[in-house]
């Protein structure tokens, strides 16, 4: 079918030029080869001097390769630099397009947040903020949005109907905040934003898609739909998320160093990029048209965990976006945009499993016809985030081998002469200190420049604590980052395994709060790497001391990971960092409008509708409760009353739910007509004629919930 956006996109002047984005790119990725090469062919020239044995060729192999990763990364921040030096006029920005503009937008947007198994009261809370700040800036007449649940918690079903429907009436937003849950959750999130897009999509040019974490400002929100709407060529715009509310130490790590490093990988980024960039799967305006005429997702070949569904979407929607000749360009200046993270390295670690899949499948992708070169970066880099773990093992099992062999043999190695030697006139241990301290430089140049730049900027040093606290906090963050990298090598290449062995992921609901990782539960979660360290160690020292020194950080990350695992996890260690302002972000000291919206967001509670309460909570409610039940039996769809619905509802009347299934109790609640003739009959029929549990939930309406105010 003939897309009618299509002449005008084409008619429209590229925002950047093919050929200076083709000189960005050239300069970028020939520094990126130049530098690796470089080095490769020193450690060669090191290998040669030292007498090549067979491991060194499989090292040098790998060493090209995680070297490629190693520059690619510190050039992001090198370049992202040099951006930031340029000032912001000269930086190439998308959202320039929306400078100045005013007035009310051309056309209508959704809002979709997709849930799973969520803390109902907490995620229309963000929503509650996101609406409030939209309407701040006279907008929100443009704005629809819907809350998509795959929930498959029932209690939590029904937990979430009453929060949708106390926010709307609290913010007068029926016909404006829309709820629906799918009966069957087919192929996941993706599979959830594929049936609002087809279903509601054609109303809307554009949906801003979030996670049920993630917070966005409105003004923020209204600037990105202007950018939209100015610029036909753009399919999706995405932003870069801060991190915020991280209680756990691990989760003020992970935020700190996003808010202090990330904004020059972001710029180095979109240097290169530009208007091949990649969608992150939330806080991203997509264009509803092309998305749903390209944007399908098309079922792997085999099963999982290599095959069938395409788990992490958001890369492959942005590569089919590109090759359609459609825009996805980073907003790498939007500051209004948030999401949280996992609270524990388990939790992290849990989640980057089902990542780990998602990423590895787009083996299948990379090498497609017709895909642009920044949609194979952009597919490579996500696959290398998993696989460069193995390959990183890899690397240090064979040089322990040869270590080891050296050592073992007692043999003397044959000094060769080398280039470095005749041109440079160093020995084989000066040359081996210049490649570590290279690689180390790469390694950290980064994160000296990044807090340079800190200090040197006086809001900036002032939004982080000041020079101190931003001094502590950065030194910390490497430090405990360097322990925990091991830790998560050892994991990330036993997912990789997992994978390959034929073991596909499930689908979990993400753990956003807790009080922390059990001793007994890291420990047997980092069994084996902690075991694996202790072993390597013995190895180490029967090589010798030198060997072993040169190990320790390795060695020490996966001996210690299940301390450290549980010591990151705590949040009174969080909070008692927060009151130095130890990894403190400008966030957390200085909270923006739209987060102190959301905490102060009560919306979505009110006792006169309430699934919660201990006696009557959930599926209960759903049927106790007069309210609770009028809410639920209105969502549904019109039906008959079977003898078999009957005789169902009858006998959940009279044994009680829990001796029902899941499904059978899902029918239960899917059926409109049963749920009413079971509310009629526990609030009608003797205490004998039912199950306890009903008398026991009607017995609570005779007693006060707010105990306290009669003290």
Known sequence: MENPDLPVRETTAPFFSRRRTLLRRTLFFGC????????????????????????????????????????????HAIFGAFEMLLGRKRSVRITQLADGKTGPLQNRHAVVIPVYNEDSVRVCARIEAIYRSIEATGNLESFDFFILSDTRDLDLWVMEETSWTNLCRRLGGFGRIYYRRRKTNENRKAGNIGDFVRTWGGGYESMLVLDADSLMDGADIVKMTRVMEAYPRLGILQTPPKLIRGASVFTRLQQFAMRLYGPLFIRGLNYWQLSGGSYWGHNALIRMKPFSEFCELPALPGREPFGGRILSHDFVEAALMVS????????????????????????????????????????????????????????????????????????????????????????????????ASRWFHVDGVQQSLILTAVIFSLLFLPKILAVTGAILTP????????????????????????????????????????????????????????????????????????????????????ISLTFTAWMIPILAGLIFSAPVSVWTSRSRYGRALAKRKILSTPEELNPPSVIRLADAATAAVDPALDATVEARR????????????????????????????????ERCLQEGPTELSKSEL???????PAMLMMHRAVWLRSAEAIHGIWTQAVDSYRRRLDLSSMI
Not at 626 to 646: F, I, M, R, W
Request: glycine residues 8%; proline residues 3%; negative net charge.
């Open 32 to 75: 990126v080869v130049v530098i690796n090469l470089l080095s490769s062919l020193w450690l060669a020239d090191l290998f040669w001097r030292m007498g090549f044995q067979k491991a060194h060729y499989p090292l040098l192999a790998i060493f090209v390769i995680l070297n490629g990763l190693l520059v690619l990364g510190s050039l």
């Open 324 to 419: 359609q000749g459609w825009e996805v360009w980073l907003a790498w200046d939007i500051e209004g945009t948030y999401e949280e993270a996992p609270p524990t390295l388990v939790d992290h670690l849990i989640r980057d499993r089902r990542w780990c899949q998602g990423n590895l499948q787009h083996l299948w992708l990379i090498f497609a016809r017709k895909l642009p070169f920044s949609v194979r970066m952009h597919l490579f880099m996500g696959i290398m985030a998993y696989l460069g773990s193995p390959l990183w093992f890899l690397f240090l099992a064979l040089g322990t081998w040869v270590a080891w062999d050296r050592y073992s043999s007692e043999l003397s190695q044959l000094p060769f002469e080398s280039y």
């Open 459 to 542: 809001s900036t040093r002032r939004s982080f604590g000041g020079m101190i606290p931003l001094l502590v906090g950065s030194f910390f963050e490497t430090f405990v980052s360097m322990l925990l990298a091991p830790c998560i090598m050892a994991a990330h290449t036993m997912m990789v395994i997992s994978i390959i062995l034929g073991r596909a992921v499930g689908w979990g609901n993400q753990n956003r709060e807790t009080d922390g990782t059990a001793w007994g539960d890291a420990f047997r979660f980092h069994a084996v790497q902690t075991t694996l360290g202790l072993l390597w160690t013995v190895i180490a020292l029967k």
């Open 618 to 649: 959930g599926i209960i409610a759903a049927v106790v409760d007069p309210y609770v039940n009028g809410v639920h039996v209105s969502l549904l769809d019109l039906s008959e009353l079977s003898k078999a619905d009957e005789a169902l509802a």
């Open 666 to 672: 899902s029918e239960l609640l899917y059926n409109g």
